[in-house]
């Protein structure tokens, strides 16, 4: 599963992949794709919020990303309803800023955060530290600091240094921190190599087959300067098979029961992660969050009932099942190339630089005609990006209408999740803005990079 080094597809000529189908009309937006207020308005334009894509991009510019924030709210709420007892904590890392702090916070969610950085927004907001849990293989002495000093309200331990570390910390400060230790359960999540989290050769967690996971909870109790609130376990990401979960669990749980009958200590809770898939093209069809939270408590009760323990406090931890489907990227066309009947290439104002997921993950998006609605018949396209690099793909296949042209807008749907979190300067490009939309009323939450202030980090 691994990309080619020259990037996504690279040598690929003039394939499609097998559920790709022309569509029978190339102007139809497939609803599960889109935010829930996307509409084509009456002169064919995309509109999001009651705002049509053209405004957007005459106010805005492009690239921009833009935010449905009813889509965004609803979707915070439907995993609230769907989970009512237990704690949502939306993964900061598919994409933070201080407006999306307050919105998760509002809507009753806790927060995941795993750097200094992303725990600065998120005071900086006004979130209430002890709804942010802090996750990171490799946390510094200082980050542990500020997470001590603001009150955080659990940190998950992913080695015996961070232990250490932590431990010497609460004992010159005279408290007691609430943790959880990530466990390593061995599970091979289908999903890229590159997010799947649980198999024993990576970075993250403890071990449980190699005895690890019940070492660290044996020294945190033993030590009693920790305060061990439960187990963790992260699978992956963009994963639609809850199998994994299933397995998971089950083996979490028969972890503690080992800790119990060890040590007398039932734990009080358990956070089984996140990584529910979102949609990106036809070929997707995610769980909702009801048919996630029947599946995930129904395999818990079991075992809980099976080894005689008590149900723990259950947490998950969605950040791509609630951010991504609700933004979409708004490019502009600058270049419609024909390879010699081979393919199109639509090149578009952005890339890899304000979308990496394609070229790193070889992922899969779709795209429309946004600006227009178009009687031409459907050509396979492939969106490429502006970048000095043959690998900048931003939309790999997709049947675009035949007169598409320079000047028109396309929308690419589900970039709400990693793309302006790991998005670059590559090639000196500023990055765009996140635009939020709601009820005919758009503004800017994070603003468009400018070339200043590209020349103001060069110090040279």
């Not at 998950?316 to 490019?331: D, K, M, N, Q």
Request: glycine share 10%; charged share 25%; proline share 5%.
């Amino acid at each position: 599963m691994r990309a080619h080094e020259a990037g996504a597809l690279h040598g690929d000529i003039g394939t499609r992949p097998a559920w790709l189908r022309p569509p029978q009309d190339v102007n139809a937006l497939v609803p599960h794709l889109w935010p829930r207020t996307v509409t084509r308005s009456a002169d064919g334009a995309v509109a999001v919020g009651g705002l049509g894509v053209r405004e957007l991009a005459e106010e805005f510019g492009t690239p921009a990303y833009v935010l449905d924030e009813d889509d965004l709210r609803t979707r915070c709420r439907e995993f609230r309803a769907a989970f009512p007892d237990h704690d949502v904590y939306y993964a900061g890392k598919a994409f933070l800023c201080r407006a999306v702090v307050r919105v998760i916070a509002e809507e009753g969610l806790h927060l995941d955060i795993c750097t200094g950085g992303e725990l600065a927004v998120a005071l900086s907001a006004g979130m209430p530290p002890e709804r942010i849990g802090f996750h990171g293989n490799n946390k510094s002495t200082g980050e542990l600091a500020r997470a001590l000093d603001a009150g955080l309200g659990r940190i998950i331990v992913d080695s015996f240094a961070e232990i250490e570390r932590l431990s010497a910390l609460a004992r010159e400060r005279g408290v007691r921190p609430k943790v959880l230790v990530r466990v390593t359960v061995g599970v091979e999540a289908h999903t890229h190599e590159f997010i799947a989290t649980a198999h024993e050769d990576q970075k993250f967690g403890f071990s449980l087959a190699g005895g690890a996971a019940f070492e660290a909870a044996m020294r945190i109790i033993d030590e009693d300067v920790l305060d061990l609130r439960g187990l963790h376990s992260h699978i992956g990401s963009q994963i639609f098979d809850t199998s994994g979960f299933e397995v998971s669990a089950r083996r979490v749980l028969d972890l503690q029961a080992q800790i119990r009958d060890a040590r007398g200590v039932e734990l009080p809770e358990l956070d089984l992660g996140g990584g529910f898939g979102i949609a990106y093209t036809t070929q997707d069809d995610p769980a909702s969050p009801y048919d996630l939270a029947k599946r995930l408590n129904k395999i818990v009760d079991s075992e809980c009932e099976l080894h005689d323990l008590a149900v723990p406090r259950l947490s998950i931890e969605p950040g791509r099942a609630i951010v991504g489907p609700a933004v979409f990227t708004l490019y502009e066309v600058g270049t419609v190339k024909d390879v010699d009947g081979i393919r199109t290439y639509v090149s578009v104002d952005g890339g890899m630089s304000d979308n990496i997921r394609t070229a790193l993950y070889d992922a899969s998006y779709s795209a429309t005609l946004a600006s227009r609605a178009s009687v031409a018949g459907p050509i396979l396209a492939r969106v490429v990006g502006k970048h000095c690099e043959s690998g900048d793909v931003v939309v790999k296949d997709e049947f675009l209408p035949a007169d598409v042209q320079p000047g028109d807008l396309l929308a690419v749907p589900g970039t709400g999740a990693y793309c302006r979190s790991m998005a670059s300067n590559y090639n000196h490009v500023p990055r765009p803005p996140v635009v939020a939309v709601r009820d005919g009323q758009a503004r800017v939450i994070v603003r468009r990079e400018t070339e200043d202030d590209l020349l103001a980090l060069d110090v040279g």
